[in-house]
């Protein structure tokens, strides 16, 4: 699956190709995520699971999503109880201690720290990226799905990082070899009705609902392979760094893919050490996916 890591700098133009139902992926996941969007729908919810990215150790994984058009946050969307122009996000501090030995707070303060690093890049100067404190509500339900846990409350933030969760989780959304392989991944939600994904500010995107950030906690754990691959802070191969994970996840929350390598980005797909400062590209990706929000 070697193309998926050469996607080029402008999304466009790898999904500028004839009308076609589903992106290319990995097809037992895509058939996963559409079971789960029919759940939600004969549920009567308005939310479907759009986009899934694998960010791996090792050998990379196909991104998976299943429409064509792109999609962007909305300003002020009701529907998700957005915070005005703001972007919210919330770590779920029930499971933000890992295997490795790392306390909730040694987390979520690298999380913080991703979080503070895309606030301050120049095209995001319009746009508030806000902390909400975790309420001790369940702040996600991606996980319910493979029964790692209930149907929480998706609209408690606009990002959810959800934690560290055990290998077999990793493995029932990846496939054969997830658990092992990898490290996070992230799952981008979209607004549907009964005519099929919603555009309701008419830019030509479909409108994301949620975003949901996993962490393996299989990297680490005395009792499994990855042992010698031990999630810390600020820590060198071949030990994993949380923030540099959590700046690449919170990366795709914000909206950006994947890009390279070449050339070396945070948006890499495959983790290649400590990077903690976004890269060239980067910033190019972030001023265009941010570069219309409308606030002054
Ligand atoms: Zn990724």
């Known amino acids: 699956m070697k193309k998926i890591i050469l996607i080029g700098v402008l999304p466009i133009l790898l999904f500028a190709g004839p009308f076609s139902a589903a992106q290319e992926g990995d097809p037992s996941v895509l058939a996963k995520m559409q079971q789960i969007n029919a759940e939600l729908a004969a549920q009567g919810l308005n939310i479907a699971v759009e986009e899934i990215r694998f960010f791996t150790i090792g050998g990379g ?12 946050w909305v300003p002020d969307d009701p529907r998700r109880l957005a915070q005005g122009d703001d972007i919210t996000y919330l770590v779920d501090q029930s499971d933000g201690a890992t295997a490795s030995g790392l306390s909730n707070a040694d987390t979520e303060a690298a999380i913080d720290s991703a979080l503070d690093t895309w606030g301050a890049e120049k095209c995001l100067k319009k746009v508030d990226i806000v902390k909400r404190p975790d309420s001790g509500d369940d ?3 991606f996980d319910s799905f493979f029964g790692f ?3 929480g409350n998706p609209f ?12 077999e989780y990793f493995e029932a959304v990846g496939g054969p070899g997830g658990g092992s392989g990898i490290l ?5 939600f979209i607004f549907m009705n009964s005519d099929g994904p919603t555009d309701i500010n008419g830019d030509n995107y479909n409108d994301t609902a949620l975003n949901e ?3 393996n906690d299989t990297f680490g754990d005395p009792d499994d392979d990855r042992v010698g691959n031990p999630w810390g802070i600020d820590t060198m191969l071949p030990g994993v760094d949380v923030e540099t994970v959590a700046l690449h996840e919170n ?5 950006l893919g994947h890009f390279g390598p070449p050339p070396a ?3 890499n797909p495959i983790y290649a050490g400590i990077n903690q400062e976004p890269d060239a590209i980067d910033h190019a990706g972030m001023c265009a996916v941010w570069g219309s929000w409308p606030k002054p």
């Open 149 to 151: 846990g209930e149907f």
């Open 213 to 215: 950030v996993y962490y």
């Open 156 to 167: 408690l933030a606009d990002i959810v990082n959800a934690g560290w969760l055990p290998r």
């Open 251 to 255: 990366g795709h929350s914000l909206e």
């Open 265 to 267: 980005a945070v948006m």
């Open 184 to 188: 996070a991944f992230s799952v981008t």
């Open 61 to 72: 994984r196909p991104s998976n999503r299943i429409h064509q058009q792109l999609f962007r």
């Open 139 to 141: 702040p996600d339900i």
